[in-house]
T-cell receptor, first 113, second 113 residues
Framework: GDSVTQMEGPVTLSEEAFLTINCTYT??????LFWYVQYPGEGLQLLLK?????DKGSNKGFEATYRKETTSFHLEKGSVQVSDSAVYFC????????????FGKGTKLTVNP | DAGVIQSPRHEVTEMGQEVTLRCKPI?????LFWYRQTMMRGLELLIY????????DSGMPEDRFSAKMPNASFSTLKIQPSEPRDSAVYFC???????????FGEGSRLTVL
């Protein structure tokens, strides 16, 4: 079935370091792809999305490009801040449409000053 | 606008007791989702509703779990009887339309002793 696999964490970086969190997917067709973020003690919230191949989603300095050839949607940020410390989830809709959203296991990021 | 509202935020109970978690989705949203989050299993979809009708409950672990949505502004997730392995954070999320962004509540942290 449709699924996402993201890199295991935790990831610890110093402020202003470059961030990459890998995500690959298995899907029928070309579904939309999402990154959600969960800050401590909160629910998940949408960070960015891409709806078709070669699309780039971006928000708050984060970017991810929908790569059909490599079935990937890696999350990147050029210079992380302490406030980016959170858990990041890759997700895609399953069941051939957009009814259910399936999430990866999450990658915990800690940014130290 | 108010977000998704969940109650209680924290619940500690003893094994065998009934637990009821509540959710008020965002007004105007027609889909509602219940997720469970644990360290071991990540984020699991338990059940979702469209227009108050349960569409897919294949994620509900067993008969001890039940969910209802009597109207567009309220849903409950009930566990009876509760067991220690049910300890988790339970999230409710709502969505305005198919393929749209999921909005999550802050979660209900359940501890079963």
């Amino acid at each position: 079935g449709d699924s996402v696999t993201q890199m295991e964490g935790p990831v610890t970086l110093s402020e202003e370091a470059f961030l990459t969190i890998n995500c690959t997917y298995t899907a029928t067709g070309y579904p939309s792809l999402f990154w959600y973020v969960q800050y401590p003690g909160e629910g998940l919230q949408l960070l960015l999305k891409a709806t078709k191949a070669d699309d780039k989603g971006s928000n708050k300095g984060f970017e991810a490009t929908y790569r059909k050839e490599t079935t990937s949607f890696h999350l990147e940020k050029g210079s992380v801040q302490v406030s980016d410390s959170a858990v990041y989830f890759c997700a895609l809709p399953t069941q051939g449409g957009s009814e259910k959203l399936v999430f990866g296991k999450g990658t915990k990021l800690t940014v130290n000053p | 606008d108010a977000g998704v509202i969940q109650s209680p935020r924290h619940e500690v109970t003893e094994m065998g007791q009934e637990v009821t978690l509540r959710c008020k989705p965002i007004s105007g949203h027609n889909s509602l989702f219940w997720y469970r989050q644990t360290m071991m299993r990540g984020l699991e979809l338990l059940i979702y509703f469209n227009n108050n009708v349960p569409i897919d409950d294949s994620g509900m672990p067993e008969d001890r779990f039940s969910a209802k949505m009597p109207n567009a502004s309220f849903s409950t997730l009930k566990i009876q009887p509760s067991e220690p392995r049910d300890s988790a954070v339970y999230f409710c999320a709502s969505r305005r339309q198919l393929g749209g962004e999921l909005f999550f509540g802050e979660g209900s942290r359940l501890t079963v002793l």
